[in-house]
């Protein structure tokens, strides 16, 4: 008996285990599946804004699934536009991220000891400040008679300001600023990890720096470049503040969407059926991509 309850008191494995997963399972799995049941109800003024899936009356208990929402994101071209938009604009600002994010990693990484530790304080420190600060601060650096502006035209660059405000460029400036620091750091994490005698034996065989760097250092930061991708990558697509702020009308992003579902039209099934859309979108190439990792280790451990 005393051996049983052992066996099903929580033991330090366990409880670490547990935790984190406890804490995934009532603020992200529950309220996930909320949002999906959301999302087959229908529309309707009162509060809550939509109706319940069952009801039971007369000792019938029924339970009714509205598909005319997904039904109509599949036969709207507005929406498809829309994910299509959302979609081109993350993976821009990825690859934006992974370009100029790569080398400040790798001039980290082969920096002295004494001085990793301020770099990447410095790559750190926009973190002490509130995002949407951040996000405000570009507007009066990027509009018209912004200080970009003024300072182009005051060095004689042009003659007349950019039109960079309330443009797909200035959500691709803010995106890359805002984000750049998650592409940074899990590169730096592999990068300072790597083996520089291997660059050594590759040059001693002849190989010239960018044929090193292509057969060498790119495999072993391979999957520091993944993580640091998909931490961009999987917010900049439902980012909303951004596009909001620093966007033209005409900048479609499906976090845009969602709020004005949400908020404007008050069609919360509606917009929980984006919402549920836009995470199969992601989760779907994910699963693949996380099956064909799995697939490749194990013909490696072979």
Known sequence: MKKLIQRWLPNGRRTVIGIPFTFLLVFFLVPFILVVTISFSQQQLGVPPYTPLTTLKDDVYSIALNIGHYKFL?????????????????????????????????YIARSSESVRSTLMMMVMLPFWTSFLIRVYAWIGILKND????????????????????????????????????????????????????????????????WRAFIEVTLPLAKNGIIAGSLLVFIPAVGEYVIPELLGGSDT??????????FFNNVDWPMAAAVTCAMVLLLLVPMALFQHYQAKVMEENKR
């Open 74 to 106: 599949l036969q709207d071209d507005l929406y498809f536009a829309t994910y299509i938009s959302s979609l081109r604009i993350a993976l821009v600002s990825t690859l934006l991220c992974l370009l100029i994010g790569f080398p400040i990693a790798y």
């Open 146 to 209: 912004g200080f970009l502006n003024q300072f182009l035209m005051w060095l004689g660059l042009i003659s007349t300001p950019l039109r960079i405000y309330h443009t797909n460029w200035g959500v691709y400036i803010g995106m890359v600023y805002s984000y750049l620091p998650f592409m940074i750091m899990p590169l730096y994490a592999h990068l300072v990890k790597m083996d520089l005698t291997l660059l050594e034996a590759a040059y001693d065989l002849g190989a010239k720096p």
């Open 252 to 261: 479609l992003m499906i976090g845009r969407v969602m709020w004005d579902e």
